[in-house]
Nanobody
Framework: QAQLVESGGGLVQPGGSLRLSCTAS????????IGWFRQAPGKEREGVSC???????YYADSVKGRFTISRDSAKNTVYLQMNSLKPEDTAVYYC?????????????????????????WGQGTQVTVSS
């Protein structure tokens, strides 16, 4: 049974940083792309970032230059380093895994930010950016 567990959320002031972790189990980690999504109250879930199994990375325009995604195969973990946080980054952050290969995501980059491209989801971690 595939399982994804997010951690690292919390309360941070504007301009601050957080690092989220997504630890995977129950599937072949190196064969899957991992994506981060977020959902604010009253809004739809939106894609934030994705890293494929060949370490290609993708970012939403709203986080480019501020967020960095990385993966550690030895720990079956994907990280999302979030810097220069803004109040509009406040949301529940979810990680998810996708069996889509790197060539598919290179050809269809928008698919990296679409929830239906992903197969399994974690429970989410709350990030609140407020003074």
């Amino acid at each position: 049974q595939a399982q994804l567990v997010e951690s690292g959320g919390g309360l941070v002031q504007p301009g601050g940083s957080l690092r989220l972790s997504c630890t995977a189990s129950g599937f072949t980690f190196d064969a899957y792309a991992i994506g981060w999504f977020r959902q604010a109250p009253g809004k739809e879930r939106e894609g934030v970032s994705c890293i494929t199994n060949d370490a290609s990375t993708y970012y939403a325009d709203s986080v480019k230059g501020r967020f960095t995604i990385s993966r550690d195969s030895a720990k079956n973990t994907v990280y999302l380093q979030m810097n220069s946080l803004k109040p509009e980054d406040t949301a529940v952050y979810y990680c998810a895994c996708s069996a889509e290969g790197p060539s598919t995501f290179r050809r269809l980059t928008l698919a990296t930010m679409i929830p239906t491209s992903y197969d399994y989801w974690g429970q989410g971690t709350q990030v609140t950016v407020s003074s």
